[in-house]
């Protein structure tokens, strides 16, 4: 029976365990923000990555130092979590205020290339070194756990999935910076919590650190903020600024009557003064928005704009005179702009006869309307201004939901009769490269033939802004009848009043030069034909493959991957070079940090057995497992409308399901290998759901409330946690019994295991955009099935003492 001196400290284990696992969420999901807010979009699979990298580094070693090995649990717990606590707060400053344009990087050859990638090592180091502590302390309790590891792996799981739910509350109300720092303040009290007696020193130490963290995480004195990498705008300036779940918006005063939004420090939208009188709106009569308007002649009767931002296109309806907008906006702190904050500036926009504002997924909104639109508006990421056309390079790694052929679909399925729907988008250089026109009018054309229009030509009218100088403006409208002859009249005669805006095409009038025309009006066949052998990709964007901003493949980009670029052309696939760069750095750090440690222990690691098929194994679960984690997240964006809430929802849920699988696996370690076919044929029909029938099942409860659509995405998700779940345990009780060096074969295997998860978390994203979700998920199953062949293997090799415990009891 345990005394009380032994239930205190299992207690405080558990609490310290609790804890530093809801800190480290909390570090993870805090960091994604930043580091999307300083850099681009697509650095932030740097953080999953170096997570992954830190926590699994710490686990090795625990087992590899044999300092770690002899010191008292309590002693590692202070020491990791106090240093753990001051790593955190001085790489955050770090990480914010290091000056950084990594768009140089590319310059090859040139100072500014060298530095700027220097600093990016930099950058990733810091990132790396916050998440060490905590896999140290997650490693030193869970592999001293002995009888209790199953309440300490609970206590591990509740609080991880704790700091997954609570992250998006706190960023929202706190902002990032304030989230990490109290990570780090939790971090610093697990310090003072876990002391051993007669340490004054570490108590000075702990108090100073969490006062002055907790101070900072509090507000009691500023955070330094966020220096934005050069290539971004100036957020110095900016009259107001705050982080949503979305992005961070600051707003930047550039006339009395107007005023600039940034969104995660590039160039989003407009804010104009208002005061109440439509008739101070006539600069609208001569700005391509008035195209849609007198292609419908009348006012429109029921318009919904999704992207709403910052009013722009609602002043435009008010001077068309439109009766009913409904206006949806992603962000909350946009929406807080025209409701709070600028309200009196904007004109109070939401408080207009007829207009409400909505704050929500686009996509979401639609599927749980049953209303008929006259007008259905698209505000692309550039429509803005044609000059942001330049910025849209940040976009190419992320999800598109909104441009998609489905998408596309179900906004026609929603207009009237007679009803149509417009998207706008900015375009570097129209005449040369008309990338994101020539993809939207392509996908288009498959949401129409999916609608059974065979002849898309009389369905859709493209009008261009050139320029010439600033970058150049399209404007495609779609219609689910054909256009007339009068819509297209009114088209031609308001044209004119646009200066430097043309026809692109148009049904029955003359077409204008370029790609565009052509696709627009050829047949299938021939239209496929034209947008093959275009140098970029153009093809037709679905929801499988969302990545509309995505137009070189990676295998042109390797193909000059030795070629300097010009760092100011975002079409110069500087996107699609940086996941690549990703992925050499996570490469280059998980060998680093995860398998060169065994150099410590290399007259054990040599004797261990079957390395090379026990290698294989735990290669395969750790890049299965990404196949699955990732897309999950990614296709579940379109479901939970936000993808941070699909980040932080999808790991809650894979954390959890996963521990009670490993939970469960405890009951066929003694014949691991009658359970796997199981596994991989529960897996298989798993697989074969997502792949086929999950996007149909969404979709047809996007209509239902956030709530209970998180509960459903939990239910979804829980038999592939519980799958995934039991493959690491019963592969790691297996290789600890076929040697004498059962601590070293458990680190060697987590180790492979958590090298080639660091290099999943960057590869599944370029096998997505390649090939699609749903193919890399099946990927994922004939992974699985390996790794069942490599421990078959495994299992007929001789074990030595059946009955030893690993020290490292990690499931992935």
């Known amino acids: 029976m345990e005394n009380d001196r032994t239930r205190h400290g299992s207690a405080k284990q558990m609490i310290v365990i609790f804890c530093a696992s809801l800190a480290g969420l909390l570090l993870e999901v805090g960091y994604t923000r930043v580091i999307s807010y300083k850099l681009w979009y697509y650095y932030t699979y740097l953080v999953i990555g170096l997570a992954l990298l830190g926590i699994g580094s710490g686990g090795i070693l625990v087992v590899v130092v044999k300092r770690l090995r002899q010191a008292g649990t309590d002693t590692i717990l202070t020491i990791s979590s106090l240093a753990g606590a001051a790593v955190i707060a001085i790489g955050y400053l770090v990480v914010a205020r290091i000056p950084i344009d990594t768009v140089w990087i590319w310059d090859y050859g040139s100072k500014s290339s060298f530095k700027n990638l220097a600093v990016l090592m930099a950058i990733c180091f810091v990132l790396f070194a916050s998440f060490l502590g905590f896999g140290v302390i997650v490693a030193t309790l869970l592999g001293r756990a002995s009888d209790r590891i199953g309440r300490m792996y609970f206590a591990d799981l509740v609080g991880a999935g704790l700091g997954c739910l609570c992250a998006i509350p706190l960023i929202v109300s706190l902002g990032p910076p304030q989230v990490i720092m109290l990570s780090a303040a939790i971090f610093a009290a697990i310090g003072l919590l876990a002391l051993p007696r007669r340490s004054l020193l570490f108590v000075g130490v702990g108090v100073v650190l969490l006062a002055v963290i907790a101070s900072a995480a509090g507000g009691l004195f500023g955070i330094p903020d966020v220096r934005t990498e050069a290539t971004k705008g100036d957020n110095t300036r900016a009259s107001y600024s705050a982080w949503g779940p979305v992005f961070r918006v600051d707003v930047i005063p550039v006339s009395p009557n107007g005023n600039l939004l940034m969104h995660d420090g590039t160039l989003g939208s407009a804010m104009h003064r208002y005061n109440d009188n439509p008739a101070t709106l006539g600069r609208y009569k001569t700005d391509p928005r008035v195209l849609p308007f007198r292609t419908l002649g009348t006012p429109p009767g029921h318009e919904l704009i999704i992207g709403s931002a910052a009013g722009n296109e609602i002043l435009a309806s008010l001077s068309f005179h439109a009766k009913k907008i409904d206006a949806v906006e992603l962000n909350p702190v946009t929406i807080s702009l025209l409701t709070n904050h600028f309200a009196d500036y904007s004109g109070h926009l939401n408080d207009q006869p007829g207009v409400d504002i909505h704050n929500g997924d686009g996509r979401t909104y639609m599927a749980r309307s049953k209303s008929k639109y006259d007008l259905v508006w698209y505000v692309a990421p550039d429509s803005y201004a044609v000059s942001n056309a330049a910025s849209s390079g940040a976009f190419v790694l992320s999800e598109s939901y909104l441009y998609t052929s489905e998408m596309i679909e179900d906004s026609l399925k929603h207009l009237t009769d007679d009803g149509i729907m417009v998207v706008q988008f900015g375009e570097l250089d129209y005449a040369k490269e008309p990338n994101r026109t020539a993809r939207y009018v392509m996908t288009a054309r498959k949401a129409f033939r999916e609608l059974g229009i065979d002849n898309p030509a009389d369905h859709l009218i ?124 996570s490469i280059i750090f998980a060998a680093l940090f995860m398998l060169a440690p065994f150099l410590l222990v290399r007259k054990q690691w040599r004797r261990l057995p079957a390395k090379g098929v026990s290698a294989v194994y735990f290669a395969a679960l750790g890049l299965g497992f990404m196949f699955f984690e990732i897309t999950m997240i990614q296709r579940l964006v379109r479901f939970l409308g936000y993808p941070t809430y699909s980040l932080t929802v999808t790991l809650a849920s894979i954390l959890v399901f ?51 659509r998180v509960v459903l995405t939990i239910l979804l998700l829980a038999p592939l946690g519980v799958c995934l779940g039991m493959f690491m345990p019963l592969g790691l009780g297996l ?39 749903r193919l890399v998920q099946s990927f994922g199953v004939v992974v699985y099935a390996v790794a069942a062949i490599a421990l078959a293997r495994l299992a007929k090799r001789e074990r030595v003492e059946p009955g030893a415990t690993p020290e490292l009891a990690f499931a992935d």
């Open 735 to 773: 290789v600890a019994g076929l040697s004498e060096h059962a601590d070293e074969y458990v680190a060697w295997s987590w180790a492979v295991n958590g090298f080639f998860s660091v290099i999943g978390s960057v590869l599944t994203t370029i096998l997505s955009m390649t090939f699609g979700f």
């Open 658 to 708: 996963t521990g009670l699988g490993a939970a469960i696996s405890s009951r066929f370690a003694a014949r691991p290998t009658r359970v796997m076919p199981i596994l991989v044929g529960v897996l298989a029909a798993l697989t074969v759901f997502y792949v086929f029938a999950l996007n149909g099942v969404t979709d047809s409860l996007l209509s239902q409330s956030f709530a209970v």
């Open 462 to 585: 493209v009008s261009v802004l050139e320029t010439h100088a600033t970058g150049d403006l399209s404007t495609i409208i779609l219609k689910r009848t054909p256009f007339t002859k009068a819509e297209v009249q009114r088209y031609a005669a308001a044209v004119p009043s646009v200066p430097q805006e043309s026809t692109a095409y148009a049904p029955g009038l003359k077409p204008g030069p370029g790609i565009v025309p052509q696709l627009a009006s050829l047949d299938t066949k021939a239209a496929d034909a034209i947008a093959a052998k275009y140098p970029h990709q153009i093809s037709a964007v679905t929801d499988d493959r969302p990545f509309f901003w995505h137009f070189a493949s990676f295998k042109s980009v390797l193909h000059h991957i030795f070629k300097p670029l010009n760092a100011q052309n975002p079409e110069d696939v500087i996107g699609e070079r940086v996941l690549l760069l990703l992925l050499a750095v």
